[in-house]
């Protein structure tokens, strides 16, 4: 569907509990939306889903992987 | 108004580090002791014991710890009942004080030191000990805590070690600081974060002055390896298996839904990890499990006490506030 509204959080280098919470700003402004919180550590991947749940949300989490190639 | 949480880089959750690594570390520490001690880290308990004639010991303990509240005031309140805490889950009453800081000087000068040092020294006082002195040290991150000397009767110190089944467990504070402190940081929760912070600002003496009343068998504080943590370092110093139903357990408003929530402090994962003594009940939501394992700043007493004496805490006491006699937690401690 393309009008969904798809977000972008990237809380990379931040640390509990400013993932959910920065993620909660943009759910509350945006209730009906794609969202997609980038993390960098474990804890704040379980909360963000948590929080995703408890708001009702489809919560799907993704690896991402870094690839750097050097001479 | 300074936020003071927004000046912690690393941790952000003012999280000890990890049991796991602790222990490992200690197994490699050479032990240094001698015949006058009568507690210390082996036994798992809340500070260290000198004895010094047969009615009097030394108490002796430390905690400092990056900011968990914005309020400086609130900040130094804290940390005083915290490294206050110790002395009172000996049985012991706190004498001296010192002061543990490190902190970025445009703090200092803005007047942010002060503040804390007047919190830690209103809840001192209120303590009746005295503080004789500190040190401080330039830092990044602002940290603060308190060295603490008591004094306890070398017959009467509370250990871990003691409950027996068929006793009753007794936690003078609600548990629930460690998620509270996540959604204060978030202003999120008013409701709960008030509870939170009251409690960890209050101190355990009375708590500490009604159980001298009552046949003590183990008293543990509740503080940063959980209730889970705390209640199995009195289960397996006891030799006992604690049985604690969830619903039970007081816990401060919105804990719950903070928790579902996912404002879960890395500490609780990281006890959960540590704490291996401990099954959870396969039924129970699995938000319980963040709420068990949820690190505990300043927290309250726990005692294992007679069940037949547990009335007798609370007929005389029902007037005191509820922070200072909550619920009756705990169930039965059997063999394990």
Not at chain 2, 197 to 206: E, I, P
Not at chain 2, 243 to 248: E, P, S, T, V
């Amino acid at each position: 569907m393309s009008n969904t509204n798809e977000l972008t959080v990237d809380v990379r280098g931040s640390l509990c509990p400013k993932p959910v919470i920065e993620t909660k700003k943009v759910s509350d402004a945006n209730p009906v939306a794609v969202i997609t919180t980038i993390v960098d550590n474990e804890v704040s991947r379980d909360n963000v889903e948590k929080f995703g749940k408890s708001r009702g949300y489809g919560v799907a989490i993704r690896k991402m992987v870094r690839i750097s190639t050097s001479l | 108004m300074v936020r003071l949480t927004d000046y912690v880089t690393s941790g952000g959750c003012a999280c000890k580090i990890g049991p796991h690594i602790l222990n490992r570390v200690l197994k490699s520490v050479t032990p240094v002791t001698n015949e006058h001690i009568l507690a210390d880290m082996t036994g798992a308990d809340d500070a260290g014991v000198y004895k010094i004639s047969d009615t009097l010991a030394l108490v002796q303990t430390l905690d400092f710890f990056t900011p968990m509240v914005n309020d400086p005031i609130l900040f130094g309140k804290i940390a005083a009942a915290n490294a206050l805490s110790d002395v009172y889950a000996m049985g012991g009453t706190p004498l001296t004080a010192m002061n543990i800081v490190g902190f970025p000087v445009p703090l200092v000068e803005q007047g942010v030191l002060t503040d804390v040092l007047n919190g830690a020294g209103s809840i001192v006082a209120e303590s009746g000990a005295a503080i004789v002195g500190g040190h401080s040290i330039e830092n990044k991150e602002p940290i603060f805590g308190m060295s603490v000397t008591g004094q306890v009767n070398p017959n009467r110190i509370w250990k871990n070690k003691g409950a027996q089944v068929g006793d009753v467990l007794i936690l003078t504070k609600r548990i629930g600081t460690g998620i509270m402190n996540n959604a204060l940081k978030g202003d999120l929760f008013t409701a709960g974060t008030e509870q939170a912070v009251t409690s960890m600002s209050t101190l355990n003496r009375v708590g500490a002055e009604v159980a001298h009343n009552f046949t003590i068998h183990a008293c543990t504080d509740v503080t940063g390896f959980s209730l889970m943590g705390h209640s199995v370092e009195m289960a397996s110093a006891s030799d006992v298996t604690i049985h604690i139903k969830a619903y039970d357990i007081p816990l401060f408003d919105d804990v719950i839904e903070a928790a579902q929530m996912g404002l879960v402090p890395a500490a609780s994962y990281g006890n959960r990890k540590a704490i291996t003594d401990v099954q959870v009940d396969q039924n129970l939501d699995p938000v319980w499990t963040d709420i068990l394992f949820d690190p505990q700043t300043s927290g309250g007493l726990l005692f294992s006490v007679p069940a037949s004496e547990v009335i007798n805490w609370l007929r005389p006491y029902t007037n005191l506030a509820l922070t200072v006699l909550v619920l009756l937690v705990l169930l039965k401690v059997s063999v394990a």
